[in-house]
């Protein structure tokens, strides 16, 4: 009877985190781990549905992990565990983020994000277990090193940051102005946080991770305008321009644009032909574009300034600018004369 | 976490975060799947590099994958205690293993799982002891 009620709650857990799990282009896995024998079985179901545990809760709680994988390239990212367990409290973890994407959760060194932690079932009867009565929540970081892609990462190098106990059901919100992976530059640190709720041992049960979810962060783009000076002063056809764009977000669209006057924010001007770049990636992107032949967008002359641009999901930023001078006319002085 | 209580107690030890390390692959004419490590029973030499994952190759689930290689995979229905190695797999069992020129995979109730070595009995056939080596070290 005890089996079949952890068997529902599996159920329910399943339902509620596959929700997170649809997005085309992954492949979704759910793995039962037995803590006690460490027999491991899949208990796929499709991106969406809901599906009994296959194997019955072991005699010290079954381990429930939801992987996703890319491919290509082949990564495997652990979006949610859960802890099923005759005496174990429940907890849910949950990361909000200002980039909607996922499964993946990611959003950029410089943003803010929160974690929800939800812990129910706790007892507080002096004779109740250690196990029952509070349960340990653990903040991980790790960096993936420069221009680190988080491939092939081994999670036993993450550093634990903090941790604290929690002893009464109930829900909290911690929230976090911007990440704490460490780094000389902390705009461009990249790599990912974890936050993870643990039981505690006994002499009848090992700790046990009863929750658990992590965050991927990227680093802030840079880029640069090369091939116009500031104050130039453009006589004929426009010089051919580089643009070399560093770190973009991996959903983001990047692109460079012109009008009339002084470098402004919140303008919008001409797009140049030929500098927008789209992406819809999993990682970070690196490129360098070259402008040539968009005369036809600068139609008089003056001060005009060139901006480079990338819209995220957290706003525009503008990465670099250049303000010149256009004169294209031509001046022909002449003198008509006749003699008679 | 800092409005939390600090806790100073000993941090449990980190789990393994990757799925791939803890899974053999199975990848046959551009699809391929994970199944748990130890899974695996039986690989024949001529299938060998059926283990390897191919770039390219479209991941899919196990009953999916399953289902359109039936031609060269096979398995073996065990139960709970086999699987956790108290108890010998059937002689029956061991036979196919011996005979088989599919590659064979451990299953519970139709899904992929990890056989572990036995512990009750050194005496019994190992159930991991195929007649060609498995992917998986144990």
């Known amino acids: ?340 | 976490m800092d409005r939390l209580p600090h806790s100073r107690a000993e941090p449990p030890p980190k789990q393994a975060q990757d799925l791939l390390s803890q899974s053999d692959v199975l990848c046959f004419g551009g699809i391929a799947t994970l199944v748990p490590k130890h899974a695996v029973l039986l690989l024949p030499k001529s299938m060998a590099n059926r283990s390897k994952f191919t770039t390219g190759s479209t991941l899919m689930s196990w009953a999916e994958f399953y289902a359109k290689n039936r031609g060269w995979i096979t398995t073996v229905e065990v139960s709970n205690e086999q699987a956790a190695g108290t108890q010998p797999l059937d002689a029956e069992v061991s036979h196919r293993l011996k005979d088989s020129i599919q590659v064979v995979v451990a299953t519970y109730h139709g899904g992929p799982i990890s056989v572990l070595s036995p512990k009750a009995s050194p005496s019994a056939p190992a159930p991991s002891d195929p007649t060609e080596p498995s992917p998986s070290k144990h």
């Open chain 1, 1 to 340: 009877m005890k089996i079949h009620i952890l068997r529902v709650a599996l159920t329910l857990v399943s339902a509620a985190t596959l929700a997170s799990a649809q997005t085309p282009g992954y492949t979704n896995f759910i793995r039962q781990i037995q803590t006690s024998t460490g027999v491991q079985c899949d208990v796929t179901v499709a991106a969406r549905g809901v599906q009994g545990a296959i194997l019955p809760v072991g005699s010290e709680g079954s381990r429930f992990e939801l992987w996703t994988i890319t491919n290509p390239p082949l990564v495997s990212y652990l979006l949610d565990t859960k802890y099923v367990g005759a005496f174990i409290p429940v907890a849910v973890v949950t990361i909000h983020s200002e980039d909607p994407y996922g499964p993946v959760l990611r959003t950029r060194a410089d943003r803010p994000f929160s974690v929800d932690i939800s812990v129910s079932g706790l007892h507080n009867a002096l004779k109740d277990p250690a196990p029952t009565k509070y349960v340990n929540v653990l903040r991980y970081v790790q960096s993936y090193g420069t221009n680190g892609t988080g491939v092939n990462l081994d999670n036993s190098h993450a550093t634990l940051l903090t941790q604290a106990s929690i002893t009464q059901d109930g829900s909290q919100t911690l929230s976090y102005a911007l990440t704490s992976i460490p780094g000389a530059n902390l705009s461009k640190v990249c790599g990912e946080e974890r936050f993870s709720v643990f039981s505690l041992a006994d002499r009848q049960t090992s700790v046990a991770q009863i929750a658990s979810s992590s965050i991927q962060i990227w680093p802030v783009a840079d880029g640069a305008l090369a091939g116009l000076s500031q104050g130039q002063l453009i006589r004929l056809a426009m010089p051919q321009v580089t643009v070399t764009l560093n770190d973009l977000y991996p959903s983001s669209t990047t692109y460079v644009q012109v009008y009339h006057g002084n470098p402004q924010l919140g303008v919008t001007g001409k797009t140049v032909p030929g500098s927008i770049l789209v992406l819809n990636e999993t990682v970070p992107q690196c490129r360098v574009l070259t402008l040539k032949g968009y005369d036809a967008v600068l139609d008089s002359e003056g001060l005009w300034t060139m901006e480079l641009l990338t819209l995220t999901p957290f706003g525009i930023d503008r990465l670099a600018y250049v303000s010149f001078n256009l004169n294209r006319m031509i001046k022909i002085n002449s003198n008509l004369t006749t003699i008679e």
